[in-house]
């Protein structure tokens, strides 16, 4: 079972999708309607779940080809297909474990955490806490992660003349957390470890790590640099072209289509730059397969 996020798939499910999201938080209705507009801006809809869809399928065919007639599923959790609806379906139809594959790139502590507990709750909710759940470690840990990410970069800089390629900063970002989260949970230590292993397998290109889509209580400390801010630092160093590469997200939705293709790349249009992002790594196939053989070292332990 993939385990994603989800989002909103028409204009009209945006506001209940973030109040389910923020339930529970003291969010003013302000910054819901902040966000409300950024996915209005993106066209109304988040393509997640369709993006989700496509890699299930695409992992599905992958295990097939490796001699793995294994059923792949998607449970979201905060859009259909919810995961307690997938938990009960699959219970139903006689399925005693799951392997569940949390769809994020980097498995630090604090992210396996937030959504096993998901799924505690999803199986408390459908009745099946008779499920054994068992979770795979992190596509990160398998080159095929590296190799997606390098592919989806070497396609970028390819849309680059000569002399724009000789004047290109790279930026690795991913989504901030709380900064004492991300620094005992291994979430910092693991985006510096796979921009290293990026940047090598380019021929060691310099680069600089940034983050972005913080919220939270602007008291609270979150990590930085934003991607904005590093936009700012670069124009001021005097740098002319900007390739960005959205390492810590595995597809396209609100946080990378909104907060880089539009609010991060208007910053750079402002102070003259040239911008290119590279893609996520989607249905890469090297990022399939590192899916696969994480799902296949799990079976093999059991």
Not at 133 to 139: E, F, H, L, N, R
Not at 197 to 219: D, E, N, T, V
Not at 222 to 237: F, N, Q, Y
Not at 275 to 302: C, E, F, N, S
Request: charged residues 20%; glycine residues 8%; contains cysteine.
């Amino acid at each position: 079972m993939l385990v994603g996020f989800g989002g909103p798939e028409r204009a009209e499910e945006i506001r209940p999708f973030l109040q389910n999201v923020l339930r529970g938080r003291p969010v003013p209705p302000s910054r819901i309607e902040t966000v409300a507009h950024h996915y209005e801006l993106i066209g109304g809809r988040s393509p997640i779940n369709e993006l989700t869809e496509a890699q299930r399928a695409a992992l599905q065919a992958r295990l097939r080809e490796l001699g793995m007639e294994l059923p792949v599923r998607t449970g979201m959790r905060h859009a259909k297909p919810f995961i307690a609806t997938t938990l009960g379906e699959l219970a139903a139809q006689g399925v005693q474990r799951i392997v569940a594959v949390i769809m994020a790139s980097f498995h630090d502590r604090a992210t396996v955490e937030r959504y096993a507990s998901a799924i505690d709750e999803a199986q408390r909710e459908s009745g099946c806490a008779q499920l054994t759940i068992d979770y795979t470690s992190g596509a990160e840990e398998q080159p095929g992660f590296i190799d997606a990410n390098t592919a989806q970069l070497r396609a970028a800089f390819a849309t680059l003349s000569p002399e724009l390629h000789e004047h290109a900063q790279l930026v690795f970002t991913a989504h901030s957390v709380p900064t004492a989260v991300g620094e005992a949970s291994g979430y910092v230590a693991r985006f510096e470890t796979a921009a290293q292993q990026i940047a090598q397998a380019l021929g060691g290109l310099p680069y600089r790590l940034a983050y972005q889509s913080r919220s939270g209580a602007p008291s609270e400390r979150w990590l930085e640099p934003d991607i904005c801010a590093v936009v700012d630092e670069e124009a001021a160093r005097g740098s002319k072209v900007l390739v960005v590469a959205p390492i810590g997200f595995v597809c396209d939705h609100v946080e990378v289509l909104y907060d880089l293709d539009i609010e991060a790349a208007q910053r750079a249009r402002t102070h003259g730059l040239h911008w290119v992002r590279a893609a996520t790594v989607g249905i890469h196939p090297a990022y399939i397969d590192a899916l696969a053989q994480q799902v296949l070292r799990m079976l093999a332990k059991h």
